[in-house]
């Protein structure tokens, strides 16, 4: 059954967070025409089977799990793909973005023109450690030297798409890192919105600040090289 818009959340080893997280998005689409799908990406702690039993209680509630850890960017485009929504809802799994604040991405999208293909969150007041915000400054500033594509926090999972638009976009590991500057690659507009964020409650990250650094040099590089070998985007009409 075709729905408006599927909210999809990439998940691996939050047996603690997922489903508070999936009732808090439930309750946040409330009176939305909306699915919710969590992409088991290769747990051992449990977090599909806790979703699995939480299927009864929300029935628009979708798990998919894969085999193996795939890692992120390969759990949200499985999300994507299986998704009966045109518009497209990500936030973490880790329960910092907040649900509440998905009306106000979901509102911006419904105001631009048919060109605007994504809304970013942008973390107002972060609540991570001084040396992860650091990182992220340092990267964020590196990132906007060589791409130029106007984000202050691409780290944000907290986003609202159109399908059709990611489905397009070419597909690399960390790609979830660059859709801004893909989506602008592409032709499409995007749009920031002032989002809140939360302390993590269960668990830990799954990045060290290092290898968030060493992986992202080599794609931001590659991502440059995307930008810099495509020409602008074109109208097509049938005649």
Known sequence: MAVSLS???????????????AREIAGALAGYDG?????????TDGTGTRLQLLKAELPHLRVLRHGQNAGQSRAIRTGVRA????????LDGDGQNDPA????LLDAMKQGHTRLGLVSGVRARRKDTLSR???SWLANMLRQALLH????????GLKVFRREAFLALPYFDNVHRYLIALMIREGYEVRFVEVGHRARLHGASKYTNLGRMLVGIRDLLGVRWLTRRFRSSIDVMEI
């Open 101 to 104: 604040d998905i009306p106000k």
């Open 133 to 135: 915000r650091s990182a």
């Open 35 to 43: 699915e919710i799908i969590f992409v088991d990406d290769g747990s």
């Open 149 to 156: 594509d106007g984000a202050a926090d691409t780290g944000c």
């Open 7 to 21: 909210v999809v959340v990439p998940v691996k080893d939050e047996a603690e967070n997922a489903v508070p997280l």
């Open 83 to 90: 998704a009966r929504g045109d518009l497209i809802v990500t």
